[in-house]
Structures are given as structure tokens and as C-alpha cells.
């Protein structure tokens, strides 16, 4: 199975959403390293998982702004990315030879932030994830600034994205990749993927 573009799967939480994903050929699973998080995904459980899937690169997800934990939590879960959510760490996680993808919360940033982000704090990211923590409109301000960015930016898109205008998205902005969130399933081997695999099938090679 082939996608047309580089997909991302954030905040993958089990298995049945991790071989469906490695299955329709997505790129990359993210799977939150943070205790605190709803979509904590532990060491064991993690390395289950990872058992189960194979030619799909593994992020590592944290929110975290503490170089200590970070480290700590590289050394347990060897994630063959990284994916942190402050520009200032960039520099420094460098020297761990991971590639790191920074995530961007655009419903905290006008776009002159976002803008003045990207041309002075992101160098050392490999890829740039746009995500919003609130409802965020992909409107036309947004795609036009966008559409100037993604051609010197790697920028993966995960907000705006539906089955519906993904082909169009692709076809205008020129990003590097979509992402897409995984989540909690309902019970354990019973999930109601839906728009997940609306998208992912909406862009399958032909």
C-alpha cells in the first residue's frame, strides 16, 4: 500500500491503530511519552506494540521542556524520531543524532508569530508539525502563508484535514506531509477509526 504523501500518525495509543496505519503505509507512528498525558502510552506497552509493526519510522512525543527528562525518556523508549514542542530545545537535542520534529500549537500564535517562528527558530527541526490545541480555521490568511512556507520549510499539516479537501490541501500547499491523530480506542480491539481511514484511503495511490 502507498500514500501520496508523507503521512504522520500523533498520539497512537494501541494496537489495532498502529497495524492498520503501518498497514495502509503511513511514515510515521507518535506515540506520547508523557506520564501525564491522556494518551500515555508506557515503556511495556510500547515496546508490544512496536513488535507488531515494521517499516514505519517510531516518534517519540513529549511536551515536556526539561533536557533531563527528555534525555531520560530517549533512553527508554528509543524513539527513532523525536517530537517536542519548544524551538529552544532544537539546538541542544541536536547532539542526540535523532531527527526531531518540532510542534506547533498555531492557536497560540498570530501569523506574524508563526511567521517570525519559522524564520528564526526552527533551523535545526527536521520536520515542523502545525497543530492547534483549540478550533482553528484553515482560512485563507492561514493557506497563503502557508503556501509561501512549505516550499522552504518541511512542514507537516494536521489541522483542517478532511477526507473531503485533503487532495486539494496536497495539491495547493505544497506541504511535506499531513498528520493525523491516532486516540484512545473505545475497548480494546474495537475502534471506530472513521475519518482516519476516510483520509488515508482518499490518498492511496491508484
Known amino acids: 500500500m502507498a500514500l501520496k504523501t508523507l503521512v504522520k500518525i500523533s498520539n497512537v495509543t494501541n494496537l489495532s491503530d498502529a497495524r492498520y496505519c503501518a498497514g495502509m503505509g503511513v511514515d510515521m507512528l507518535g506515540f506520547s511519552m508523557d506520564a501525564d498525558s491522556p494518551d500515555y502510552v508506557s515503556p511495556k506497552k510500547f515496546e508490544e506494540i512496536r513488535a507488531w509493526v515494521a517499516g514505519v519510522q517510531i516518534v517519540g512525543e513529549t511536551t515536556t ?47 506574524d508569530q508563526f511567521d517570525t517562528l519559522l524564520q528564526t527558530g526552527v533551523s535545526s527541526a527536521d520536520y515542523i508539525l502545525l497543530e492547534s490545541n483549540g478550533p482553528l480555521y484553515l482560512d485563507t490568511d492561514l493557506k497563503t502563508l502557508l503556501q509561501k512556507k512549505a516550499i522552504r520549510y518541511p512542514i507537516l499539516l494536521g489541522i483542517g484535514i478532511s ?14 506531509g499531513i498528520a493525523l491523530s491516532g486516540g484512545i480506542e473505545e475497548q480494546p480491539g474495537n475502534k471506530d477509526f472513521g475519518e482516519l481511514m476516510d483520509i488515508l484511503e482518499a490518498i492511496e495511490e491508484d
Open 65 to 111: 521542556t526539561d533536557p533531563e527528562i527528555i534525555e531520560q525518556l530517549l533512553e527508554t523508549y528509543q524513539p527513532d524520531l523525536l517530537q517536542v514542542d519548544e524551538a529552544a530545545l532544537l539546538p541542544y537535542l541536536g547532539t542526540y543524532g535523532k531527527q526531531l520534529i518540532l510542534r506547533v500549537n498555531l492557536a497560540q500564535l498570530t501569523l
Open 163 to 176: 477526507a473531503e479537501n485533503v487532495q486539494e490541501l496536497l495539491a495547493n500547499l505544497s506541504v511535506r
